[in-house]
């Protein structure tokens, strides 16, 4: 049995070839199946949640496609706000499932990215 920080895998041993398991685990039926009760029990959880950290996901996710295709001169008047939006969403999903950790992530990445678009915007 495989145990990653508490976290067991019946059936997948950890010597020679423990990877090749691995991940034939993760690729299993019972894995997929686990995946999908934990997302539906997500959403019966907070509909409301749910969608918004699925919005921010499709956000960052759309700003950091946009990153990459347009460096080395992005288009950061228009990513910043976006992105600040994001994880202003993050945050406050992550404060209705109390978790400490992801808020203080989420307040200190808002913060920061925007007081780079304050000075961005506002050349001192």
Not at 6 to 27: D, N, R
Not at 82 to 92: E, F, G
Not at 103 to 111: E, I, K, M, P, S
Request: charged share 10%; aromatic share 14%; net charge positive.
């Amino acid at each position: 049995c495989l145990n990653l920080t508490g976290l067991s895998f019946p059936g997948v041993s950890s010597g020679f070839g423990g990877v090749h398991t691995f991940l034939e685990f993760f690729m299993s039926k019972k894995m997929i199946d686990g995946l999908s009760r934990w997302v539906r029990d997500d959403w019966k959880s907070s509909p409301i949640r749910f969608s918004v950290e699925i919005f921010a996901w499709f956000l960052t996710i759309a700003c950091s496609v946009t990153m990459s295709l347009t460096v080395p001169n992005p288009p950061l008047l228009v990513l910043y706000p976006i992105w600040i939006v994001a994880c202003m969403m993050y945050c406050w999903a992550a404060w209705t499932r109390r978790s400490s950790g992801m808020v203080a992530n989420y307040l200190l990445l808002t913060t920061i990215d925007s007081v780079g678009l304050i000075r961005m915007v506002l050349p001192l």
